[in-house]
């Protein structure tokens, strides 16, 4: 494989069950060594288009490629070049996490003589040097997560995909395992994760954002933040879900949605839109204890981009 | 697609590790034969002996007790009440205290010894139809041999034909002597169903398969490297049993033990493909079971010849029997285990054997996707 190449390439890529269409027609092209992030709600048709990109699913129609390997015609070389971890938790509960980290090794082929120290690498990497022999099913989560990523990468893959890596996670935890991730792109990795945690998003090089099975925007972090133009308002009042109620329909206002314990309105005007919210809130008999104006968080571009995508997020 | 020993024998170790850790499997696959052949050699017995037997002697002669006496020394049957009045009988037999009554008509000794023939009744509870059906043939051999006895009273004569009858295999005619081998074959089919519904549905269940279809790891060796474990336990188990059945029941083993064991191996690598093709195409653990025991299981208990005779099933069902495999198998074991046969008198049951094998490990590779659907 050459630097030239891509390490990831989607081309039109769609999967129908039935009469679903759960990946419509998504192109993108992913850099060696590139994180690569999916963002957007569950049945958004990330999983999807990753067992199809991992050699899992075949395509409805479209064509990719992996590591430079066709994913319709050459799955087998695709998955001795991949690291995959799923969804689900998924190593064998009633092994310990030696012998999970020797299954895996032997599912991969690894030669005799890298063996230990692979096994040596994924316990370092899995904090659970000096606990070999621990029954997998009694660690907790985030070890079990971080074992899982080892076992995933024991053959050194070139291209790695993380299909909601986290989720469950500590927040500790999840900082911890992307941590790690950071080793693995700095040896050269590419990564390809899914999330539904905008924070995570953050990490990425390049995020892809789906919606409905769509691809609606694909750009940094940065500069998808920047594509949302409209004024962004936070509100802290002493009921959110009866603002968000409240403002929902005002003349002015676009869209208005929980964050955190604060309410974000985006709004054409912001001076008219304000007058506005002021008086709808005194009129409802709610408390306005702030307003600013806020830059857009992940979260805000993605409501953003499902807006101009003219559509409302599965969920 | 390369074939990797390594990867075969790595999933089977990971099996062994697994069930090992698994109380469940563990007794399914070494307690349970145990119980079946406990329950199936001790408990369970088609011999029919010591038929409860109450007599109504109407006669009451020296005659008519010496006739009795005839019932009592064939050992079939045995004799617990004696009847004043036929109103009685109704009652037993009802009750189920008695399967047979013996009447005696009053002038039973005075018609024999005016040499005119008499009818003596036999009353049987046909609610046992089995038991019934022998209880008869066996009275009535008892009063054709006590007749013709006294018919001769005494002299030697020479009736032209007679028959001078020897079982051969079965020499006491023990039903625990079919019983043993049959159950070989049921007990290699409960191991497959096992691993089916246990192993397999199991990697789905939890997710494992997704992961496993993420490796390089192909079909054959997933499919194979879970065969392996299973087929070792299934020759344990079958040494098991006819140890057990040699030892403790007295089963005669007089064929090539070499040529029961290959024929096994196949036997059960056969079952085991096919329990796999069933949990691969059912997909869903619980229907996984119920088809696994539906398909093989309960043929091999009620359609292979091990509980009911092929020649009293039903015509339909007779046609049927030739697609299980356990019919062809039980011949196999009880060939070997009793008429002591060789492969040259197993020749057509060993070439099917090694055909089930060849097509349930073909049916299981085929249908076994690592592809996921969703």
Known sequence: MTQAVPAVVAESLTRVFGDFVAVDRVSFEVATGEIFGFLGPNGAGKTTTIKMLAGLLLPSSGRGSVAGFDIATQSDEIKRNIGYMSQLFSLYGDLTVAENIAFFSGMYSLPRLRRAERR?????????????????????????????????VLHEPSVLFLDEPTSGVDPLSRRRFWELIDTLTEAGTTVF??????????????????NRGKL????????????????????????????????????????????????????????????SIRSRLTERGLLLQSLQEVAPSLEDTFVAEVRAAGGAPVD | MAFDVFRLLAIARKELLQLRRDVRSLILA??????????????????????????????????????????????????????ERSSEIDALLTRGSVQMVLVIPPDFSERLG??????????????????????????????????????????????????????????????????????????MMIVAAMLTSLTIAREWERGTMEQLAATPVTRSEVVLGKLLPYVVIGLIDVVMCAVLGVWLFDVPLRGSVLLLMTLSTAYIIGSLGLGIFISAAARSQLLATQLAMLTTFLPAFLLSGF????????????????????????????????????????????????????????????????????
């Open chain 2, 114 to 187: 005016a040499n005119r023939p008499v009818a003596v009744q036999a009353l049987v509870d046909g609610s046992d139809a089995n038991t019934a059906t022998i209880a008869l043939a066996y009275a009535r051999a008892i009063t054709r041999d006590y007749a013709l006895e006294t018919q001769l009273q005494g002299r030697l004569l020479q009736p032209p034909i007679t028959t001078d009858s020897r079982v051969w295999y079965n020499e006491e005619l023990l039903s625990r002597n079919m019983i043993v081998p049959g159950l070989i074959a049921v007990i």
């Open chain 2, 307 to 374: 509980m009911y005779a092929i020649d009293v099933l039903p015509k339909g069902l007779q046609m049927v029997t030739y697609l299980v495999p356990a019919r062809y198998f039980l011949v196999v074991t009880r060939g070997i285990f009793l008429k002591g046969v060789g492969a040259d008198v197993l020749r057509v049951q060993g070439l099917l054997m090694i055909a089930f094998a060849i097509i349930g490990i073909a049916l299981a590779i085929h249908f076994f996707r690592k592809e996921l659907r969703t």
């Open chain 1, 120 to 152: 040596d690498w994924a316990l370092e990497v899995a904090g659970l040097a000096g606990q070999a022999d621990r029954i997998t099913r009694d660690l907790p989560l985030g070890f079990k997560q971080r074992l899982a990523l080892g076992c995933a």
């Open chain 2, 30 to 83: 070494f307690l349970l034969p145990l119980l079946l052949l406990a329950l199936f050699g001790y408990a369970i017995s088609w011999d029919v002996s010591d038929i409860r037997t109450a007599v109504l002697d109407q006669d009451r002669s020296a005659t008519s007790r010496a006739f009795v006496d005839a019932y009592r020394a064939s050992g079939y049957f045995s004799v617990r009440q004696d009847l």
């Open chain 1, 216 to 275: 609606i925007a694909l750009d940094t972090p940065a500069r998808l933040r920047a594509n949302v133009r409209e004024p962004l308002l936070e509100l802290q009042t002493n009921d959110g879900p009866k603002t968000v109620e409240a403002l929902r329909d005002l003349p002015g206002v676009l869209e208005a949605a929980m964050f955190g314990r604060a309410v974000h309105v985006a709004v054409t005007d912001r001076t008219r839109a304000e007058r």
């Open chain 1, 193 to 210: 994760v899914s999330t539904h945690y905008m924070e995570e998003a953050e990490y990425c090089d390049r995020l892809a954002l789906m």
